[in-house]
C-alpha cells in the first residue's frame, strides 16, 4: 500500500515564496508527481522527479529524497492564479502509469 | 491534438441504480486510467486500461468495472450504486511507456447518487 501526507491548506502573500512539503511511504516506487488542479478543473501536471534533487521549470521547482520519502514543491513570485490545490502523487510500476494520490494541499494566494 | 474528453459532465442517479461514465483519450494515447474524486480529497486511483485490458486496480470493489475499446476510449461502470458513490470520476489518458508517466486529465463527470 501507500501512505501519502501533504498539508491540507495553506495562505501565502503575492509575490512571496512558498514551499508545499509531501511525505510518502510506498511499496514500489516509479516517480513522485506533482499536479495543480484549480476549482472545477481537471489536474495539471505541473513536474516529475524520480532521482533526487532538485527539477527547476520557471517559477515552479520540485525536490525528491527518495531515502526520506519526502518531496516538495516550490512555488516563486506567486501570483493570484496560483490559488489551486497542489496534488503530490506517487507513481508505481514502471510503465504502468498508476498514480496515488495524497489529499491535496489548497493553496490561498492572497494580496 | 485532441484533448480528453468525458461524458456526461454532470448526472444525477437514485440508490441502487447503474451508471455508464465514458472517455476518449487524447490522439496517440493507448493508456487509459480512471480515478474517483470525492470533495476535497485527491483523485483515488481505480483502474487503468491497456490493450483494452485492466492493467492494474485500486482498492475499489468489483460493481466497480470498465472497457477500453479498440480506439482506445473507454467506459467506467458502477452498478449497485450507493450515496459514497457521489464523487468526480476522471479519466486521464497517456502513454503506457513514457519518460516522465506524465497523465492527462478529462474534465471529469460530476455523478450524485440521492
Known amino acids: 500500500g501507500q501512505n501519502i501526507d501533504q498539508p491540507t491548506e495553506m495562505t501565502a502573500t503575492e509575490g512571496a515564496i512558498v514551499q508545499i512539503n509531501c511525505t510518502y511511504q510506498t511499496s514500489g516506487f516509479n516517480g513522485l508527481f506533482w499536479y495543480q488542479q484549480h476549482a472545477g478543473e481537471a489536474p495539471t501536471f505541473l513536474s516529475y522527479?524520480?532521482?533526487?534533487g532538485l527539477e527547476e521549470k520557471g517559477r515552479f521547482s520540485s525536490f525528491l529524497s527518495r531515502s526520506k520519502g519526502y518531496s516538495y514543491l516550490l512555488l516563486k513570485e506567486l501570483q493570484m492564479k496560483d490559488s489551486a490545490s497542489y496534488l503530490c502523487?506517487?507513481?508505481?510500476?514502471?510503465?504502468?502509469?498508476?498514480?496515488?494520490f495524497g489529499t491535496g494541499t489548497r493553496l490561498t494566494v492572497i494580496p | 491534438e485532441t484533448g480528453v474528453t468525458q461524458s456526461p459532465t454532470h448526472l444525477i442517479k437514485t440508490r441502487g441504480q447503474q451508471v455508464t461514465l465514458r472517455c476518449s483519450s487524447q490522439?496517440?494515447?493507448?493508456?487509459v486510467s480512471w480515478y474517483q474524486q470525492a470533495l476535497g480529497q485527491g483523485p483515488q486511483f481505480i483502474f487503468q486500461y491497456y490493450r483494452e485490458e485492466e492493467n492494474g486496480r485500486g482498492n475499489f470493489p468489483p460493481r466497480f468495472s470498465g472497457l477500453q475499446f479498440p480506439n482506445y476510449s473507454s467506459e467506467l461502470n458502477v452498478n449497485a450504486l450507493e450515496l459514497d458513490d457521489s464523487a468526480l470520476y476522471l479519466c486521464?489518458?497517456?502513454?503506457?511507456?513514457?519518460?516522465?508517466?506524465?497523465?492527462?486529465f478529462g474534465e471529469g463527470s460530476r455523478l450524485t447518487v440521492l
Open positions: 486521464a489518458s497517456s502513454l503506457k511507456y513514457t519518460n516522465t508517466g506524465e497523465l492527462f
Open positions: 502523487a506517487v507513481g508505481k510500476q514502471t510503465g504502468a502509469n498508476n498514480l496515488f
Open positions: 490522439s496517440g494515447h493507448n493508456t
Open positions: 522527479n524520480v532521482l533526487d
